[in-house]
């Protein structure tokens, strides 16, 4: 559902000049903007799947690279996705602009968009997907419970400071749980199943949350594994005063979860490793 002061799904880790994003929905571009990130600076983006309010900004972010390319000469932008659809879903993409690349090639630009495509096959067990250039910065993918999409994945974005995982949309599953074994922090999606069960029984919503995470499961789940902080992202429904923020922090601890949970606000940062910046 948009809601006006949320952008949409949308993760950024940040190492050194390393920027790894998570998806792009919508806005993204315009919140990497306010997060002091350009276009030109991401090292990286990642796909989890294809629902399109995870990948709307995508379009934005690789012409905006491009048309700013001969200010930059950043060259194309690497993007690390599941094999497949997604290859398809990108040169349509691509195609749909053909009038605009094929007149800005004429005009001032040296070519079109580059994609500098990772593509992936799905893995059942955590395994590499990316490594930065420098060696810094690994990424690790892993199959999520996100069915009927196939092809969703989670990511684990490991750096000399630490390990943040990003869910994706999923039920809360063991993958996830195996994959976030030892990280830092695990940045989650969020539906409050339980707590509207009755409110949606019968209606699309069931159905709806039916294939994402319920909050008091993801209680349970975090504190088996023992991840010390979950960020919550993609909040169904969308809380829009403390207290229905508050909800989602007392659904994980019904689930028994006693770490650190942060309910996720655009632009809220987490800082964490050797030398944090100072406030
Ligand atoms: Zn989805
Ligand atoms: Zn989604």
């Known amino acids: ?12 880790i940040t190492y050194d000049d390393i ?3 998570v998806d792009a929905g919508r806005s993204t571009l315009m919140r990497l903007g306010q997060a002091g990130v350009a276009p030109h600076a991401l090292t990286v983006v990642l796909l989890t799947h294809l629902h399109s309010d995870h990948v709307t900004g995508l379009a934005d972010l690789v012409l905006t690279r491009w048309v700013q390319d001969h200010l930059y000469h950043t060259g194309g932008l690497p993007l690390v996705a599941p094999a497949g659809r997604a290859e398809t879903f990108l040169q349509r993409l691509l195609d749909t602009y053909e009038y605009d690349i ?5 005009h001032v630009q ?3 968009p580059q994609v500098e ?15 930065s250039a420098c060696g810094r910065v ?9 069915e009927p999409v196939e092809e969703a994945v989670g990511y684990r974005i490991t750096t000399p400071d630490g390990s943040v995982v990003v869910s994706g949309d999923t039920r809360v599953c063991d993958e996830v749980a195996e994959l976030s074994a030892g990280a830092d922090v695990l940045v989650h999606e969020a539906c409050r199943s339980t707590a509207l069960a009755e409110a949606v029984r019968g209606t699309r919503f069931e159905t709806i949350f039916s294939y994402h995470a319920d909050t008091v499961a993801l209680g349970a789940m975090a504190q088996r594994v023992g991840v ?4 919550l992202t993609h909040l169904i429904p969308a809380p829009h005063t403390p ?5 989602f922090t007392a659904d994980l601890r019904r689930g028994g979860y006693d770490g650190q949970v942060t309910v996720g606000q655009d632009l809220a940062t987490i800082e964490f490793g050797q030398e944090p910046a100072s406030a």
């Open 102 to 106: 094929e007149v800005r090639a004429q």
């Open 110 to 112: 040296e070519g079109g």
């Open 1 to 12: 559902m948009p809601s006006p002061e949320r952008a949409g799904a949308g993760v950024l």
């Open 228 to 231: 010390p902080h979950v960020v």
């Open 243 to 247: 207290g229905e923020e508050q909800e």
């Open 138 to 146: 690994e990424i690790e993918a892993v199959r999520v419970r996100h």
């Open 19 to 21: 920027h790894v994003q």
């Open 117 to 131: 495509a990772h593509w992936f096959d799905v893995p059942d067990k955590p395994a590499v997907v990316w490594r």
